[in-house]
């Protein structure tokens, strides 16, 4: 093989096996966030973990697999994603059709679809400590403060909603003039759920909430183990603690 030849297919072998060590670029779906997204970024936008968020919607996507009413086929996990948006800013339902281009009364579909198959998974995810589970969740709280017998720490939040009109709307005002649904939750030493009480309008007191309770009922009468820890918005009671206010000995 002449020379020139020889140097010409060394110099091409060499620019192929540099041409093999450079990386290929992987395409990423700008429709699925969850591409597009890096860790963080999904984490800002949706205030969700990536892994929460395929978690979920594998428990749910069987309730989403239908179409949109007069709409097309939209994947469960888009269906969620859109409506985990809407959950995670409070934009209008306008700003995240046009963010997702799709209409405004396809994500209200969506809201509703998403948010009642996430609701039908609350007996299955959300459960009081039973007596088998009291002394592993006792333990739990036990490590945090060195205080022993808590079962569980309650408290109430206001979720913010427009005026549900009618005779009854200012029931819903809360005392700082918004309009919300007053929710009472208690959690576990992992801070999950363990009760949920979302009934109740925006100017309802928290302690009018428990009491009226089953939770409220099945610990007055010793069906549920162990005390609970609340906030000086609270009674104290024997299945209640609440801080003292102030605290002037070291017990206390």
Not at 170 to 194: I, M, P
Not at 202 to 214: K, M, P, Q, V
């Amino acid at each position: 093989m002449p020379c020139s030849r020889l140097a010409n297919f060394d110099y091409r072998r060499e620019r192929q096996i540099r041409v093999a060590k450079i990386p290929l670029t992987r395409l990423r779906d700008r429709q699925n966030p969850l591409e597009w997204f890096n860790a963080v970024e999904f984490k800002i936008r949706y205030h969700m973990y990536k892994e929460t968020a395929i978690f979920i919607t594998d428990l749910i996507s069987q309730d989403l697999s239908y179409r949109v009413p007069r709409g097309v086929y939209i994947p469960p996990v888009i269906q969620f994603l859109t409506v985990l948006r809407f959950y995670a800013t409070g934009n209008f339902q306008t700003d995240n059709a046009d963010l997702h281009q799709m209409s405004q009364p396809t994500i209200s579909n969506l809201v509703k679809r998403v948010s009642k198959a996430i609701a039908k998974l609350r007996g299955r995810l959300i459960h009081f400590p039973s007596f088998q589970e009291a002394d592993k969740v006792q333990q739990e709280f036990y490590k945090i403060a060195g205080f022993p017998g808590v079962i569980g720490s309650i408290d109430c939040t206001h979720i913010h909603i427009i005026s549900p009109g009618g005779d009854d709307a200012e029931l819903f005002r809360n005392r700082k003039g918004r309009f919300s649904v007053n929710v009472q939750a208690t959690c576990d030493a992992s801070l999950c759920f363990t009760n949920v009480v979302a009934r109740w309008y925006g100017s309802a007191h928290d302690s009018r909430i428990f009491e009226n309770s089953l939770l409220f009922d099945d610990l007055q009468n010793g069906r549920s183990p162990g005390l609970l820890v609340g906030d000086g918005g609270y009674p104290l009671l024997p299945f209640l603690l609440t801080p003292f206010e102030p605290p002037r000995t070291p017990s206390e």
